[in-house]
């Protein structure tokens, strides 16, 4: 499911315009953004929650070559899918 087909499923469900739904959801993926951005956490109960993680600099190898090259740390963005969510994937 691509985002437009996520606004029309949910435009559907609610009996809201296609354009207001775009908007809205588009303002919910800002919000979490923000926050997350800022190194807040989102928690969404029974969906899941978002925030940031930190991977460390590290040594690897370029595996064409295989001269060992030196990889940056970064910030990294996490999913933890909550309880429900889970739930709903795994019945069979």
């Given at each position: 499911?691509?985002?437009?087909e996520l606004?029309?499923a ?5 009996g ?8 809205a ?29 930190a ?38």
């Open positions: 499911m691509n985002k437009q606004v029309d949910v435009a559907a469900k609610t809201g315009s296609k354009v207001a739904t775009g908007e959801i588009d303002a919910v993926i800002a919000a979490i953004t923000g926050e997350v951005t800022k190194g807040g956490t989102v928690q969404l109960v029974g969906f899941g929650s978002f925030s940031t993680g991977r460390a600099a590290r040594v690897g190898r370029n595996p064409a070559t295989g001269d060992e090259i030196q990889i940056p740390a970064a910030k990294t963005v996490k999913f933890t899918a909550g309880k429900a969510f889970k739930d709903a994937v795994n019945v069979a």
